[in-house]
């Protein structure tokens, strides 16, 4: 309990430490605007539109480098100015942008080679976005003199609030870039990184097919595009790994070259939620704010009946959890206004959602929300994309509205602000750490042994089991001291090494409850298997040995019972073999080992470790089994329906009801409700104070 306490603490501390949001305001909502888009005699009409609508702030630039550098070395950013001022004069803050996602024509036909270069081996072209490789130093040196022209003319401009770097930094559906450029860097990487030879032959298993290399300098990207049969999984690993340090660097370089010139700004970059490719955590010391997008709109199907209206309720909570954990202020600076693009089918959202998205991000600590954008375009690949207002430029659309209500919630919540507000006891027991990385994402997808895994979807049954106990939960990798969490859990944490183990076994000792999930420390930090039996360093953590495990073709369901209760299962499922003080907790009931251990619990020291070595179909089996880890530990729980989140924060309960049913809020019946009512329909909000 004293840990919590410290890392509350700590975590307080640092929020405090920031000068650029005031505890007090909790949370602020603005809105992008693309003035090169419209004329200017529209710009102050539409920056008044804005403030009526009760935001606090405009985002512009990200998207304008032709606009701001019209020829090479002919700078023009008098109009920006000006729309700083037309904001500010409505009151409205402002964050500008490095506009390198979308070089203009005239670079890239200078200067071909900083075009991307795809898996094809075709280089992208001019026409659309984010084309421009971020390896070649020659396109480096061209950002660095936009954003350098930037700095010095808003860097010190009170009315500029931060700088947003790029957009979605990312090749879209293209992912990787395979240029010259991208092929030396990465063997440069590999030279410092493995120092010789031998070493890199050994890391990446070249014994394997003759796969062995004399020399760095015959190394290429591995390409499937360009492989006769399967890539080398700990070559694709290490590729992964180094996209993801390149793309942390270019962030660092944009940052550094911003700071240079500016004062009192924050600087963050949009994460695309749940993307797998660019890892935030790499950037976390670099940015003084972390912020994502997300559209929970867009033709989805996964989450119950109304699921394609309102969205999914964990995996937008998902991307808060691990947002704010990064230790810095934090929000969505993208999120959906109404009807999306680019899905395969793009329906209305429910009547209410886009404001619950709002309060739910609010429930989740955000500092900021900001949603794309202002007003629908009349062209370009997005016209079919809502705003705030429509296409007539003034009219508020049904999420102009919903933003304006949000707002005022936001204000009402203001209002009734105390500093002094205690995170309720029972909500803080519940609280657990969930341990995530990327690596293992990378090295899993690599590598699935079943078509029917799916490493998310994995890491959300687990996760969503949690929200539904009411737990608050931090994601968190493996850089943070568990120390502080009740509770750790670690869901197919694939590639492990004893110190990892070791960390697990005093976190148990010690009196955490650690859980972990099938597949967890099956392989090195390579991505290779150990030489010992299956998973074998965490034998001894988990108190069973793991002699076997199966996998199920699609139809084929297997059946697994915990208590009364019979579980469908598929995807993965360990077979256990406990030794004596480890307690099973399900057992496989069907297929040629039936009776066969499927998840076990065992006490470690003056904590515990439970081992679920089997994925339900429907995570009902994750949810009944974390329920009774909490409930052995003495810790009370909700039973929240799937889709229903609660949280708390700065004071006020906040609940949000992502599904299609009518629910009862969990407050006390002295509650003072501050929003909403005791019952919350789909899409409904209320927030209390207790
Ligand atoms: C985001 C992107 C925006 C805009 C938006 C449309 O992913 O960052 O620039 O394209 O999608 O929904
Ligand atoms: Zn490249």
Redo the contacts with the bound molecule.
């Keep these: 309990m004293r840990k919590i306490v410290v890392l509350l603490l700590v975590l307080a501390a640092a929020a405090a430490a920031q000068p650029y949001f005031k505890p007090a305001d909790m949370m602020t909502i603005g809105v992008y605007y693309y003035p090169e888009a419209w004329p200017s005699s529209q710009w102050a009409r539409d920056m008044a539109n804005i403030r009526k609508l009760g935001l606090e702030f405009v985002h512009m630039g990200e998207f304008a480098w032709a606009f701001m550098e019209p020829e090479e070395g002919r700078f023009d950013l008098d109009w920006l100015a000006k729309n700083v001022e037309l904001a500010s004069a409505q009151g409205l803050k402002v964050v500008l942008c490095t506009p390198s996602a979308t070089p203009p024509v005239w670079l890239v036909r200078k200067h071909p080679e900083v075009l991307?270069?795809d898996a094809g081996g075709r280089r992208m072209e001019h026409g659309s976005r984010t084309q421009a490789?971020?390896?070649?130093p020659r396109y480096r040196e061209y950002v660095a003199g936009i954003i350098t022209r930037l700095a010095e003319r808003f860097g010190q401009d009170p009315r500029v609030w931060g700088w947003q770097i790029d957009n979605e930094l990312s090749h879209y559906s293209k992912q990787y870039?395979?240029?010259?450029?991208?092929?030396e860097k990465f063997r440069s990487h590999l030279m410092r990184k493995y120092g010789n030879i031998a070493k890199l032959n050994d890391a990446w298993g070249n014994a394997f097919w003759s796969q062995i290399y004399q020399d760095f300098d015959q190394i290429r990207i591995p390409n499937q595009a360009e492989l006769v049969q399967q890539i080398n999984p700990h070559a694709q690993l290490d590729f992964q790994r180094w996209f993801a340090e390149e793309t942390a660097d270019y962030i660092r370089f944009q940052a550094e070259t911003l700071r240079r010139h500016t004062r009192n700004q924050w600087v963050t970059t949009n994460y695309m939620a749940l993307h797998k490719e660019v890892n935030p955590a790499l950037s976390a010391r670099d940015l003084d704010v972390n912020t994502w997008t997300h559209y929970p709109v867009h033709g989805n199907l996964n989450e119950g009946p109304l699921g394609f209206r309102l969205g999914s309720a964990p995996d937008m909570s998902f991307m808060h959890d691990f947002m704010r954990a990064l230790g810095k202020p934090h929000g969505l600076m993208e999120l959906q206004p109404g009807q999306v693009n680019w899905g395969d089918v793009n329906p209305q959202p429910y009547p209410g959602a886009v404001r619950m998205w709002i309060m739910r991000a609010f429930a989740a600590g955000a500092n900021l929300v900001c949603t794309y954008r202002y007003r629908q375009p009349l062209f370009g690949a997005e016209l079919y994309h809502y705003g705030l207002a429509g296409p007539d430029g003034v009219t508020p659309t049904t999420g102009g509205h919903e933003y304006a209500w949000a707002m005022k919630d936001v204000r009402i919540l203001r209002q009734l602000y105390k500093a002094d507000a205690k995170e309720p006891r029972a909500y803080a027991a519940r609280r657990a750490g969930f341990l995530y990385s990327y690596d293992n994402r990378w090295d899993i997808d690599n590598h699935k042994q079943t078509a029917r895994w799916d490493t998310n979807a994995h890491l959300m049954k687990h996760y969503r089991a949690l929200k539904r106990l009411g737990a608050p939960v931090d994601v968190i990798t493996e850089e943070k001291d568990f120390a502080g969490y009740p509770f750790l859990v670690a869901p197919a944490y694939q590639m492990a090494d004893g110190g990892l183990v070791e960390r697990f076994r005093k976190y148990a000792e010690a009196g955490g409850h650690l859980v972990l999930t099938c597949r967890t420390a099956q392989k090195d930090r390579n991505g290779h298997l150990w030489e010992a039996p299956w998973a074998g360093p965490i034998h001894d953590l988990i108190g069973a040995e793991i002699p076997a495990y199966d996998v199920l073709p699609a139809p084929v369901k297997g059946s697994v019972m915990a208590g009364a209760r019979a579980y469908d299962w598929a995807a993965w499922g360990d077979q256990l073999k406990p030794r004596a003080g480890t307690t099973v907790l399900a057992r496989y009931a069907d297929q040629f080992y039936a009776g066969t251990p499927a998840a076990t619990t065992r006490k470690l020291g003056k904590g515990t470790v439970t081992y679920i070595g089997v994925e339900s179909l429907a995570g009902e089996l994750e949810y009944d089994l974390l329920r009774r880890i909490y409930t052995a530990a003495g810790v009370a729980t909700e039973s929240f329906p799937p889709q229903y989140v609660v949280d708390w924060r700065d004071g006020f309960w906040v609940a949000t009801n992502f599904s299609e049913k009518k629910l009862a809020i969990p407050a006390g019946p002295t509650a003072k409700i501050v929003i909403g009512t005791r019952e919350i329909g789909p899409a409904g909000v209320a927030a209390w104070v207790e």
């Excluded at 870039?177 to 092929?183: E, N, R």
């Design positions: 991307m270069v490789c971020w390896t070649v870039c395979y240029c010259d450029f991208c092929q």
